[in-house]
């Protein structure tokens, strides 16, 4: 399975923000951190705080602070909250009927209990048992 960057992204900012309790992170910072898009991560960030995951606050000493405790955020939760709109396989995409094997396809149901197992197993784990603490430069 390979998960989209947007989730690799929200796991990343996740980890780090759990690793500075009580620091507020704004997106310009974690973006130029993790070198990756300022505009992507916003989407990101904003994905996290609609969820309850994140709070934020604009202005001078704004930006994002987890809201939720480590230990009471499953990884599996989160992999599934950001992955919800990509489809796994075409056919289990909205609107997917494109594929010439339906409906006698037997691969789909077994691909929809590996995908299941797979977050099953990453809610073995919760943000605590991931967090990310930079070297002090």
């Known amino acids: 399975m390979r998960l989209t960057s947007f989730t690799d992204y929200g796991l990343r900012v996740l980890m780090r ?36 995951l994140l709070d934020t606050r604009r202005g001078g000493g704004g930006g994002a602070m987890l809201a939720v405790r480590p230990e009471d955020i499953r990884l599996g939760d989160v992999v599934a909250m950001l992955e919800a709109d990509q489809a796994l396989v075409e056919c289990f995409a909205t609107g997917g009927a494109a594929c010439t094997l339906m409906p006698h396809c037997r691969l789909k149901t077994r691909l929809a209990q590996a995908e299941a197992a797979f977050i099953r197993d990453l809610n073995h784990s919760t943000l605590a048992d991931c967090v990310y603490r930079p070297d002090p430069a």
Do not use: C, I, Y
């Not at 507020?24 to 705080?49: C, D, I, M, P, Q």
């Open 17 to 52: 923000l759990a690793g500075a309790p009580g620091r507020a992170f704004t997106t310009a910072a974690l973006a130029a951190e993790f070198r990756v898009s300022r505009n992507h991560l916003a989407k990101v960030v904003s994905t996290l705080a609609a969820a309850g």
